[in-house]
């Protein structure tokens, strides 16, 4: 299985909303509602902050919110702020009953 | 509260075999759902899933790995080990270890990570 695609690298202002996209296959993102993004700050271990594509763990801000549309899913970050700036891996299920993770964003706040 | 801490070797040589344990507390691998997984991070580099183990003693594996991983539980003692043999220098990463909850697809708990260095 190959790792899902992200961009390398999203920036934004404070205040501002990105979208950080996860591209994979109908045999895995495509076929099932089992996405999640981590955030990772340097080196810290991932944090996750959004399961089955849009449900947010108990103390994760109501500002990250996920969705999913065919083999592409997203994370957006509304109201960006500075304790923002980390990497931010997707994952998700695939038809093999393994996990996969995307290649990884790094949010840069300007 | 739950935790996960990972130990094992720091450094080892080509072509051994790495063991990892993950000892945990706050939950029980026994229970309906629970799982207990391996994902690994090269320096600088994306993370990459390895392995996981249900409270059933299901096991599933990175394809591109299934060939050198094992992975095992012991119940009583809180404790999943991780094998991965042959070991090559792309293989040096921090690892880490986490926790799958019952009727969530994902991984909820992370252990701080180990690193281990492949090395002559």
């Known amino acids: 299985q190959s790792a899902l695609t992200q961009p390398a690298s999203v920036s934004g202002s404070p205040g501002q909303s990105i979208t950080i996209s996860c591209t994979g296959t109908?045999?895995?993102?495509?076929?099932?509602?089992?996405v999640s993004w981590y955030q990772q700050h340097p080196g810290k271990a991932p944090k996750l902050m959004i399961y089955?594509?849009?449900k947010r763990p108990s103390g994760v801000s109501n500002r990250f919110s996920g969705s999913k549309s065919g083999n592409t899913a997203s994370l957006t970050i509304s109201g960006l702020q500075a304790e923002d700036e980390a990497d931010y891996y997707c994952s998700s299920y695939t038809s093999s009953s393994t996990y996969v993770f995307g290649t990884g964003t790094k949010v840069t706040v300007l | 509260q739950i935790t996960l801490k990972e130990s094992g070797p720091t450094l080892v040589k080509p072509t051994q075999t790495l063991t990892l344990t993950c000892t945990f507390s706050?939950?029980?691998?026994?229970?309906?759902?629970?799982?207990v997984g391996w994902i690994r991070q090269p320096p600088g580099k994306a993370l990459e899933w390895l392995a996981l183990?249900?409270?059933?003693?299901?096991?599933r594996y990175s394809p591109s790995l299934k060939s050198r991983l094992t992975i095992t539980k012991d119940t009583s003692k809180n404790q999943v080990v991780l094998t991965m043999t042959n070991m090559d220098p792309v293989d040096t990463a921090t690892y880490y270890c986490a926790h799958r909850g019952p009727g969530i697809a994902a991984v909820d708990y992370w252990g701080q990570g180990t690193l281990v260095t492949v090395s002559s």
């Open positions: 706050g939950f029980s691998l026994s229970t309906s759902g629970v799982g």
């Open positions: 109908s045999s895995d993102v495509g076929g099932y509602n089992y």
């Open positions: 183990i249900y409270w059933n003693d299901d096991k």
């Open positions: 089955d594509v849009s």
